[in-house]
Nanobody
Framework: QLQLVESGGGRVQAGGSLRLSCAAS????????MAWFRQAPGKEREFVAA????????YYQDSVKGRFTISRDNAKKMVYLQMDRLNPEDTAVYYC????????????????????WGQGTQVSVSS
């Protein structure tokens, strides 16, 4: 089991950037699929991005492709989400998630794949 702590959220104007970080502790980290989800007020939690354990494969929600970049540092047990060209629709609580089975393919977008979750960090984008 991994313990996950997110940081880096905040308030920015549209067009700005933020970099979210997720610090992991606990079980071996370098075999886990890692992901970011987000939840806006009144909406369901949705997939944003994921990265394989190696980290050769990345996945993105269509609305963030070309603006967000997920990365990881296995030696430091860290996962990052660089968010550029933010817009008000990106406003949400962002959660870090971990899957110990190393799922690949379309399944990475399904919440039920992930066993461990952080507490979330708020991102607010004003127009």
């Amino acid at each position: 089991q991994l313990q996950l702590v997110e940081s880096g959220g905040g308030r920015v104007q549209a067009g700005g950037s933020l970099r979210l970080s997720c610090a992991a502790s606990g079980s071996p980290f370098n075999t886990y699929l890692m992901a970011w989800f987000r939840q806006a007020p009144g909406k369901e939690r949705e997939f944003v991005a994921a990265i394989s354990w190696d980290p050769k494969t990345t996945y993105y929600q269509d609305s963030v492709k070309g603006r967000f970049t997920i990365s990881r540092d296995n030696a430091k047990k860290m996962v990052y989400l660089q968010m550029d060209r933010l817009n008000p629709e990106d406003t949400a609580v962002y959660y870090c998630a971990a899957d110990r089975h190393g799922t690949m393919g379309a399944g990475v977008k399904w919440r039920g794949v992930y066993e461990d979750w952080g507490q979330g960090t708020q991102v607010s984008v004003s127009s």
